[in-house]
Nanobody, 124 residues
Framework: QVQLVESGGGLVQAGGSSRLSCAASGRTFSIYTMGWFRQAPGKEREFVAVIRRTGFTTHYADSVKGRFTISQDNAKNTVYLQMNNLAPEDTAVYYC?????????????????WGQGTQVTVSS
C-alpha cells in the first residue's frame, strides 16, 4: 500500500501563487507516476498534471499549461505543484494521485492511490 498526504493550498488572491506538496510513504517503489487532479463543487474530478518518477517526463492539462509546474524530489518521495497566476476558476479541492502504470495518464482510473485532498480557493 501507498499513503499520500497533501499539504499547502488555502486562500489565494487572483494572480497569486501557491505550492502544493504530496508526500508518499509505504510501498513507494511500486509507483511509476504521480499526478494532481482537482475537483470543483458540482463538477467531476479533472486532470491537472502528472510526472513520471524516472526520467521526470511531465504532462499537463491545457487549462494549466504555462501556469502550473509539477516537480518531484524522489529522495523525499514528494511531488510538488507550483501554481502561478491563479484564477478563480482554479478554485477546487486538489488531489494527489499515484499510479503503478508507466503511462502519463489523465484518467482517474489509471491511478491506484489517492490523497485526502487539499482546498485551494482563489478570490477575485
Amino acid at each position: 500500500q501507498v499513503q499520500l498526504v497533501e499539504s499547502g493550498g488555502g486562500l489565494v488572491q487572483a494572480g497569486g501563487s501557491s505550492r502544493l506538496s504530496c508526500a508518499a510513504s509505504g510501498r513507494t517503489f511500486s509507483i511509476y507516476t504521480m499526478g494532481w487532479f482537482r475537483q470543483a463543487p458540482g463538477k467531476e474530478r479533472e486532470f491537472v498534471a502528472v510526472i513520471r518518477r524516472t526520467g521526470f517526463t511531465t504532462h499537463y492539462a491545457d487549462s494549466v499549461k504555462g501556469r502550473f509546474t509539477i516537480s518531484q524530489d524522489n529522495a523525499k518521495n514528494t511531488v510538488y505543484l507550483q501554481m502561478n497566476n491563479l484564477a478563480p476558476e482554479d478554485t477546487a479541492v486538489y488531489y494527489c494521485a499515484a499510479g503503478r502504470n508507466y503511462v502519463l495518464s489523465s484518467y482517474t482510473y489509471e491511478y491506484n492511490y489517492w490523497g485526502q485532498g487539499t482546498q485551494v480557493t482563489v478570490s477575485s
